[in-house]
Nanobody, 118 residues
Framework: QVQLVESGGGLVQPGGSLRLSCTASGSWFSAMPMAWYRQAPGEQRLLVAFVTSWGGTTYTDSVKGRFTISRDNAKKTIQLQMNRLSPEDTAVYYC????????????WGLGTQVTVSS
């Protein structure tokens, strides 16, 4: 079993920045594709950013140019650097392992809250 733990969420003002981290353990391995999803109240959980085992990345249109996903396989972590945050980015952010650009993998973290408000 793969275990994922997110950290770095919190309250930030519009226009500010935040950096999320996800640490993997258990049966996780470096060839697993990784992703960040987010879910706002009353809305579906949607893909934010995806990274392949070799570092190729994909972003949803609303965060292109503002968010950057990266991974450090030696440390078993992925990060999501979020810049120019707006209230529309407010959501619970989830780490996901083992999926594709179109389908999430079977392994999820419990999520970390990001709130963008003045």
């Amino acid at each position: 079993q793969v275990q994922l733990v997110e950290s770095g969420g919190g309250l930030v003002q519009p226009g500010g920045s935040l950096r999320l981290s996800c640490t993997a353990s258990g049966s996780w391995f470096s060839a697993m594709p990784m992703a960040w999803y987010r879910q706002a109240p009353g809305e579906q959980r949607l893909l934010v950013a995806f990274v392949t085992s070799w570092g190729g990345t994909t972003y949803t249109d609303s965060v292109k140019g503002r968010f950057t996903i990266s991974r450090d396989n030696a440390k078993k972590t992925i990060q999501l650097q979020m810049n120019r945050l707006s209230p529309e980015d407010t959501a619970v952010y989830y780490c996901n392992a083992g999926g594709s650009q179109n389908t999430p993998g079977p392994f999820w973290g419990l999520g970390t809250q990001v709130t963008v408000s003045s």
